[in-house]
């Protein structure tokens, strides 16, 4: 746990230099860890519950995809600021941006924006309905960022099912 606890601090947990005054000032002025665990779950609880009553309300005439659309989106923005509790503000939003994911990033926040936009100002329900898939691939493609060799694996797995696909068709 105490590693866990030094990758997610920005620590590699190798080192043994006394921390500066900002560092000290940043860790006495932040949450404890126990508080960061139990906020990121009940973050992350109220997300997934969320997502998963969107889903149950889909069903529900009329009113159904509505609620959906806001219970789903709410939900992704919990379970995406349940990540702030474990790394901090500051580091989440670094790291959310770095080169390896911001367009995955930009293109998530950008589908929860539209999403919403285009169920309740433009009320066109097929075009909500694309961003709410845009939006689950993107936070995937962004939740996936974050797993060493996970992206090289999907691409390699949907490459050769196109290829499997090209061969079946040829004969």
Do not use: H
């Not at 105490?2 to 860790?27: M, Q, W, Y």
């Not at 002025?29 to 009940?42: C, N």
């Not at 005439?61 to 709410?74: M, N, S």
């Not at 923005?77 to 500051?90: D, E, N, Q, V």
């Amino acid at each position: 746990m105490d590693k866990l606890r030094a990758v997610l601090s920005g620590r590699d947990g190798n080192t043994t230099s006394t921390p500066n005054i900002i560092e000290t000032v940043n860790e006495a002025s932040t949450l404890s860890w126990r508080s960061r665990v139990r906020g990121f779950a009940v973050c992350m609880g109220i997300g997934v519950l969320c997502s998963v009553l969107g889903v149950c309300c889909l069903f529900i005439p009329r009113i159904g995809l509505i609620l959906f659309i806001v219970f789903y989106t709410f939900g992704n923005i919990c379970s995406l600021a349940s990540t702030l509790f474990l790394m901090g503000p500051k580091k989440q939003l670094k790291r959310m941006f770095d080169k390896t994911r911001v367009v995955a990033t930009v293109v998530m926040l950008v589908c929860l924006v539209l999403t919403l936009c285009a169920a309740f100002w433009w009320k066109i329900f097929a075009l909500t309905l694309l961003f709410v898939i845009l939006q689950v691939i993107a936070f995937t493609w962004y939740g996936l960022s974050y797993i060493p060799f996970a992206r090289d694996a999907i691409l390699k797995f949907f490459s050769m099912m196109f290829k499997m696909c090209i061969r079946c068709q040829k004969n």
